[in-house]
């Protein structure tokens, strides 16, 4: 049983999200990671225990868990940024986190769960404020056309969140079973990039033209590369996946475009608020993400054949 500080509550774990983070850490090749490491970043559970200083909330409330640990004075943190504190560290990568049944948390950490959530759509939360911020920091509106390369979890968040400001979205993944999932719970159009005619019916989707937005939520070297050149004159390119390496990008076409080129990294309260939002009314539901379940219990038995090589997971929840 973890100890608690004064300012942290004693969290029992309900559910927690299986990450694609948790997936690399696995095997060895996390660069953020220090090892030995307890997994979990994707957080839902009941407050067990008030440390002495927390007063905003009450021993059984129902809680998300927002893993970012900000230092709050820091430039980024001083401007709001949280997201990218220069000493920043998660829950779950940077510090142990929730594959385990209790954890103590900072309170100003912790967000209120409205009761008609599931304890899976609290624990994915998180991932879709990943999505949410992305799209926060395009400025997507009804005006936009936009496409998100990468039909993963997030990808999915992204294409379900600008859907919801009324932007017309184009979903492009070069597996046709998420192409398929992205029809059925999106009713989105979705094209694969590796078709010869793929740019040619980009530009018919929109009516003649290339999107003004693209996210790439892959983290592929050749796909971020290549988004440049999918994106309208005077176009936003958005890099939501990341790659651990140098990217080269044309700068002729870079500049001819005017191109507009953002970086988006975590997430803060704004997008946590903005998803419980949209999770009440039904513009994101936890069945876009979760397809698989596994208990806690015996997960650990099975991890690498089901979770790490499951090439048919898109987003897999821990119950306890």
């Known amino acids: 049983m973890p100890d ?3 300012d942290e509550v004693l969290l029992k774990v309900s559910a927690v999200g299986i990450c694609g983070t948790d997936i690399h850490a696995f095997t060895g090749h996390q ?5 030995p490491r307890v997994l979990g970043h994707e957080i839902c559970g009941v407050i067990d225990q008030l440390g002495s200083a927390c007063s905003k909330f009450k021993v059984g409330q129902r809680v998300a868990v927002m893993p970012v640990i900000s230092c709050g004075k820091c430039p980024a943190c001083e401007v709001g940024k949280t ?8 829950y779950g990568v940077h510090q142990d986190g929730a594959f385990c ?5 900072k309170e100003e950490n912790l967000i209120a769960v409205p009761e008609k959530l599931t304890d899976c759509a609290a624990a994915y939360v998180e991932p879709f404020t990943i999505s949410a911020h992305a799209v926060r920091r395009a400025e997507t509106s009804n005006k936009d056309n936009v496409l998100v390369v990468g039909a993963g979890p997030i990808g999915l968040g992204v294409a379900a969140v600008a859907k919801a400001t009324g932007a017309k979205v184009v979903v492009a ?4 079973s998420r192409l398929q999932h992205v029809a059925s719970k999106l009713g989105l159009a979705t094209l694969n990039p590796t078709a010869e005619d793929f740019e040619e019916k980009l530009k018919a989707t929109f009516d003649g033209r290339l999107p003004s937005t693209v996210f790439d939520v892959t983290g592929n070297k050749n ?3 290549n988004a440049v050149n999918l994106i309208c004159q005077g176009g936003k390119l958005v890099f939501v996946g990341l790659y651990i390496g140098d990217l080269q990008i044309d700068d002729p076409t870079f500049h001819r475009k005017e191109t507009t080129l953002l970086a988006s990294r975590n997430s803060t309260v704004e997008d946590y608020e903005h998803v419980l939002e949209l999770m009440e009314s039904g513009d994101l539901d936890e069945s876009l993400l979760n397809n698989r379940v596994y ?6 038995n099975t991890y690498a054949e089901d979770v790490v090589n499951n090439k048919e997971l898109i987003k897999g929840l821990i119950k306890f």
């Not at 997201?83 to 998660?90: F, K, V």
């Not at 049944?101 to 948390?105: C, M, Q, S, T």
């Not at 208990?295 to 650990?300: K, N, R």
Request: net charge negative; glycine share 2%; proline share 3%.
């Open 4 to 6: 608690y500080r004064d």
């Open 31 to 35: 660069p953020f990671f220090s090892y």
């Open 83 to 90: 997201n990218c504190c220069e000493s920043a560290s998660l």
């Open 101 to 105: 049944e209790y954890l103590a948390v």
């Open 173 to 176: 993944d070069v597996q046709d």
């Open 223 to 225: 796909a971020m590369t």
């Open 295 to 300: 208990d806690f219990e015996t997960v650990g």
